[in-house]
């Protein structure tokens, strides 16, 4: 069996990687933010099309985006008028897909005290999202709508790189689908050109270690559930 100070050193990048719903206000540098995503850039892309662009917020920028969503999204009026330009989940939830839905909400809202009468608790929750967490960094993530399904695939593996590279580095990082609900807004704020359409958003900087929310891990199928040799 593979056992290196290298394999060992990735295989802990990859397993510490969690998403974080609390951040400290420990700044980051911007040299160390450009370094990671290019270190990142290396994800392969069919015929190295590298689909991805990304846009960094930081203070006042990234202030003002998340109140203007916020005041958005604590509208119900002004919330249904936002929907998401592409579907991220499935339009039928069916298990064992809903099932591992179920267990990462509930087991969140157990460790936050929050019940399921708790609509208020839970939305505020959800909220917190369009706050980065409180994150020093929120990134935006956009693609050129001229692109297909094959480079949607390779800006995945881009942003896993983001989420690696950044766990190399003492950091954390939550992905976020919920800010494609408030694209618009988006648009808007960081004045995306027609062609762009928003991919993701992303928190990045040090967890809070002394946040409840924090020691939230989630469970894996084992690789005997999902893998079939065939020789």
């Not at 929907?83 to 087991?107: F, I, L, Q």
């Not at 976020?176 to 694209?183: K, L, V």
């Not at 027609?194 to 690789?223: F, H, K, Q």
Request: charged share 25%; net charge neutral.
């Amino acid at each position: 069996m593979i056992n290196s100070p290298d394999q060992q050193a990735v295989d802990a990048a990859i397993t510490s990687r969690r998403s974080i719903r609390a951040f400290l206000p420990t700044p980051l540098a911007r040299e160390d933010i450009e370094q990671l995503l290019q270190v990142a850039a290396r994800a392969p892309s069919g015929t190295n099309t590298q689909p991805w662009k990304v846009y960094v917020l930081t203070g006042g920028k990234k202030q003002h985006l998340s109140e203007r969503i916020l005041a958005a999204h604590t509208d119900p009026e002004q919330a249904r008028l936002h929907t998401e330009e592409y579907a991220y989940y499935p339009r039928e939830w069916v298990s064992p897909y809903v099932d591992r839905r179920r267990k990462v909400g509930w087991d969140l809202y157990a460790l936050l005290g929050l019940t399921r009468e708790n609509k208020q608790g839970m939305a505020a929750q959800h909220g917190r999202n369009y706050a980065f967490f409180d994150a020093p960094v929120g990134l935006i993530f956009t693609i050129d709508r001229i692109l297909e399904q094959g480079s949607w695939l390779d800006y995945g593996m881009f942003l896993q790189n983001i989420m690696v590279a950044a766990r190399g580095r003492g950091l954390d990082t939550c992905p976020q689908a919920a800010f494609t609900q408030y694209h618009k807004i988006i648009r808007d704020v960081l004045e995306l050109p027609d062609n762009e359409m928003v991919v993701c958003g992303m928190s990045l900087g040090y967890a809070d270690p002394g946040r409840i929310e924090n020691t939230l891990i989630t469970e894996r199928e084992p690789a005997a559930h999902f893998v079939k040799f065939v020789e």
